[in-house]
């Protein structure tokens, strides 16, 4: 894993270093940086510090996460739901609740374990700790993900992520009832600046844009089929929360009062890409997970 510089800014100034550093990446947990601290893996200005170091504006932070953690991903039959595969790449619909590589406090039961037990042909690219990742789907949402079995295929599906050719729809259950049947969202995404473990819509973030259209509407709530046009950290939960209709089940983005339904309502419904090798468009979907089902049909009998 490459070291990490990170240099602090008059939002950060004045957290202990283990917070501050965990709320740039959610893959690592407080305490591991503060071991990582300990062990002298943090430097801050080019010199170790305590772990109840509190940071200063414009420090300059450097981050040299342990390469043993990354070599110890150990292959795990997981049953995975494989869609479609061939030599150069696979689509796996990813069950709510499975965190897509090893990190910190999640070492076994990824994705990636599961992968790596169901095929040794992955790309390299991303290291040892993400074999074949291409992109990434939150812990709490299930659906449909493209992973590369090759490194031309990786850079292939990257490529094609970049210029925006990548067919990504997702259905949502958001709270609210939405009055038009289909918007655009075009707002920049950053770190929120009052919470740094959270994403935000901000003046100085990165272009984001999702579309959406109206599915069924239950009274409160409201169904939307979401297509990003990009792919930002939380983009669709924190796009329906900015114009009002936040996530049911979100606990980073919803309101206090949800339904407890163990996560966001989110399901990765749709992936289209172009092959590869052959450059012939394919598509895949999958159904929303049972319990996803379940709350749809509830709401129906309610409404």
Known sequence: ?????????????????????????????????????????????????????????????????????????IPEDLNL????????????????????????????????????????????????????????IDKDTSGLLMVAKNDMAHTSLVDQLVKKTVTRKYMALVHGH???????????????VKDRQKMAVIDKGKHAITHFRVLERFGNYTLVECRLETGRTHQIRVHMKYIGFPLVGDPKYGPKKTMDIGGQALHAEVIGFNHPRTGEYLEFSAEAPEEFSELLESLREKD
């Open 1 to 73: 894993m490459e070291d990490l510089t990170i240099e602090i800014t008059e939002e950060m100034a004045g957290e202990r270093i283990d917070k501050a550093v965990s709320s740039i990446d959610e893959d690592w947990s407080r305490s591991q940086i503060a071991n990582w601290v300990k062990d002298g893996a943090v430097k801050v200005n080019g010199v170790t510090v305590k772990p109840n170091y509190k940071v200063r504006m414009d420090d300059i932070i450097i981050v040299s996460p342990p390469l043993l953690e990354e070599l110890d991903v």
């Open 81 to 136: 739901e494989i869609v479609y595969e061939d030599a150069d790449v696979l689509v796996v619909n990813k069950p709510r609740g499975m965190v897509v590589h090893p990190a910190p406090g999640h070492a076994g039961g990824t994705l990636v374990n599961g992968l790596m037990f169901h095929c040794t042909d992955l790309s390299g690219i991303n290291g040892v700790a993400r074999p074949g990742i291409v992109h990434r």
């Open 178 to 192: 939405i009055p038009h049947d289909k918007g655009t969202i075009d707002a920049p995404i950053g770190r929120d």
